[in-house]
């Protein structure tokens, strides 16, 4: 089984800065299985990136992601209010069903 | 537009049974995987069931045996029925829709959640 790890567990970081989420699996993964949730505060989950680097509809083009094999990054540059929030990877797989990292929180 | 709006959430004591249901707007659930994720108080995403089109299913080890994942015949609403509920199934329980390309395996649209307590 895979299981993902997302560092740091909280990010601090300002207003228009950059933040940089990582992702590791423990074994190589298939990239199109590889996406990005945002999570604020009392809502649902939304998709931001698919297949390692797709952003999804909607989502602006400050987020992008990156990587292969078992190391994957999101990266938001120009933090904005709305951004600070949990995001979470995801692979699907290989046993039917999703993993979901643990998250990292990006905190002002 | 495209809507899951999910209901049944309850406080069940410990043993109990509960159902959820998650009605969906302007697609047919039978078209998709439909699945069901939670979120225990203050803890990250675990996937929980999937479905496709009523004869494949698939569960977590956490859940299985004792959950069950279905569509109704009108292919609008998604259910779990949820047995022998122990305390570690309080959650919020999502209902989420994987994007369809089975090439990109993520969920693209997600309702709101409904909220199972389970506690004497």
């Known amino acids: 089984e895979v299981v993902l790890t997302q560092s740091p567990g909280t990010l601090s970081l300002s207003l228009g800065e950059r933040a940089t989420l990582s992702c590791r699996a423990s074994?190589?993964?298939?990239?199109?299985?590889l996406a990005w949730y945002q999570q604020r505060r009392g809502q649902a989950p939304r998709i931001l990136i698919y297949?390692?680097?797709n952003r999804a509809a909607g989502i602006p083009d400050r987020f992008s992601g990156s990587g292969s094999g078992t190391d994957f990054n999101l990266t938001v540059t120009r933090l904005e209010p709305e951004d600070f929030a949990v995001y979470y990877c995801q692979h699907y797989g290989p046993s039917p069903g999703f993993i979901f990292g643990p998250g990292t929180k990006v905190d002002i | 537009e495209v809507q899951l709006v999910e209901s049944g959430g309850d406080l069940i004591q410990p043993g109990g049974s509960l159902r959820l249901s998650c009605e969906v707007s302007?697609?047919?659930?039978?078209?998709?995987?439909m699945n069901w994720v939670r979120q225990a108080p203050g803890k990250g995403l675990e996937w929980v069931s999937f479905?496709?089109?009523?004869?494949?299913?698939a569960y977590s080890d956490s859940v299985k045996g004792r959950f069950t994942i279905s569509i109704d015949s009108s292919k609008i609403t998604l259910f779990l029925q949820m047995n022998s509920l122990r305390a570690e199934d309080t959650a919020v329980y999502y209902c989420?829709?994987?994007?369809?390309?089975?090439?990109?395996?993520?969920?693209?649209?997600w309702g709101k959640g409904t909220t199972v307590t389970v506690s004497s």
């Open positions: 074994r190589s993964v298939t990239s199109s299985y």
């Open positions: 479905i496709y089109s009523t004869f494949s299913t």
């Open positions: 302007d697609f047919s659930v039978g078209r998709y995987y």
């Open positions: 297949g390692t680097s």
């Open positions: 989420a829709r994987r994007e369809s390309s089975n090439y990109y395996y993520y969920m693209d649209v």
